[in-house]
């Protein structure tokens, strides 16, 4: 079914305001963060407004409600990604904190010199940064999957480095660049036949896509709530509860305790053994909310959405002389263009789009090795979601065609 744009753009309050000068907000960032719909606003300022209290602790009726909420959110972000259990639903702060949970927790509990560990050349820093660390402290060895001139994996080069037995191979579902959707079925399929575990950042896929981490077979899987209609300051950790429950915890503190005394602890049951101290609360509220409002619209319709929209950016960007495109077509990839226009620098792109409340995002998005890859320091990046629209690319396109009339 198409979606009604039209309807669902009247959700989100942001979309209507303007900028200094007047222009109407043209919001083409959601890779960065996604706008929130009244629903999630709305549920946060009713938790504050009716409910408010801390968790897990208290036998009030505040408490109790609290509680409820902040166990019933974890249980639909499990259904959404149809997780077995809401016990294999780990809060975290972000996707960044999701795979430095595993990075602190199981990898160092199981890697030792020398093992190697598999990511991919077009992993954001978030999954770079925190194997880089283990590495320096641990001697694992670092390999990456190649990235090919056309924005895919080399699965090939990848088949070659599974025969060195990985312990851990980890990579992006959906690169925030490229927008290219990695086939993750295969690439986790190999990876358990090499006998290696496996982590996916899910950052860019499980707000665009419909994704069932069982019938992936993932071991991990890490999202953050803000890129999906949900608010910043929480994200989760999928994990299978075999190798949540083998795990030593992350952070020490309260709630993730089962008994405490002066020299010793015993940790806490799933999901809470990873949960330390007073959590965020209202965001849980509010991330149980966003899942409700995309489910409630459909994931599949929203893909369909967002392909419509990138397969006509692709085209219109591309009639641009001067833009050159960056990754594969709009068939293999999320709603992500990312693009050069010559002889102007992509930071300049994006203040003068502004002018005409044109957002779009410049630099190397956290993805700093992909662009040296290309040989370009930075791009500037138009992303879609389900309230895009083809005015709102027609409108980046004039933009477009202004900042090389300026540029000469
Ligand atoms: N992984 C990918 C693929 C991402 O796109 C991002 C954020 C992260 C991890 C980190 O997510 P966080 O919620 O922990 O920050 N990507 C971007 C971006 O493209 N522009 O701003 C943030």
């Known amino acids: 079914m198409t979606l009604n744009v039209t309807e669902i753009r009247k959700d989100f309050p942001i979309l209507n305001r303007t900028t200094r000068n007047g222009s109407r907000i043209i919001y083409l960032d959601s890779t960065a963060t996604s706008q929130k719909p009244v629903q999630v606003i709305e549920a946060m300022n009713e938790y504050y407004r009716a409910s408010n209290a801390n968790i897990h602790r208290g036998v009030h009726t505040l408490a109790e409600e609290a509680t409820a909420m902040y166990e019933g959110a974890r249980e639909k972000i499990a259904k959404f990604i149809n997780a077995a259990s809401a016990r294999e639903v780990i809060y975290t702060r972000n996707t960044t904190e999701s795979i430095n949970l595993v990075a602190y927790t199981w990898a160092r509990a199981n890697l030792k010199a020398g093992d190697l560990v598999i990511l991919t050349e077009m992993e954001h820093h978030s999954n770079l940064v925190p194997w880089h ?49 990695n086939p993750a079925d295969e690439i986790i399929r190999m990876a358990h036949e090499a006998g290696a575990i496996v982590l996916v950042d899910g950052a860019q896929s499980v707000p665009h896509l419909h994704v069932d981490v069982q019938a992936l077979d993932a071991d991990f899987y890490a ?186």
């Open 133 to 181: 660390i283990l590495q320096a402290e641990r001697g694992v060895d670092l390999e990456f999957i190649p990235v090919t001139e056309d924005g895919l994996l080399d699965l090939d080069a990848y088949k070659a480095l599974l025969e060195r037995t990985p312990k851990l191979v980890s990579f992006t579902h959906m690169s925030n660049v490229l927008g290219t959707i």
């Open 223 to 408: 999202f953050s709530a803000h890129k999906m209609c949900g608010p910043t300051g929480i994200g989760a950790l999928y994990g299978k509860t075999s190798l949540l429950d083998a795990m030593p915890p992350f952070l020490g503190g309260g709630d993730m305790i089962k008994e405490v005394k002066l020299r010793s602890f015993r940790p806490n049951t799933l999901p809470h053994k990873f949960e330390a101290g007073t959590p965020a609360i209202a965001e849980a509220v509010g991330f149980g909310a966003a899942v409700d409002y995309l489910a409630s619209i459909g994931m599949d319709d929203i893909a369909a959405h967002e392909h419509d929209i990138t397969e006509y950016a692709l085209e219109r960007l591309e009639e641009i002389p001067g833009v050159k495109l960056f990754g594969p077509s709009a068939d293999k990839k999320g709603g992500v263009a990312s693009f050069t226009l010559d002889g102007v620098h992509p930071h300049d792109v994006a203040q003068i789009l502004d002018e005409d409340g044109v957002a779009v995002r410049a630099g190397h998005h956290c993805a700093q090795p992909l662009h040296e890859k290309f040989g370009i320091p930075a791009t500037s990046r138009a992303s879609f979601y389900l309230y895009s629209t083809k005015e709102e690319v027609d409108m980046l396109v004039k933009g477009l065609y202004k900042v090389k009339e300026m540029f000469g």
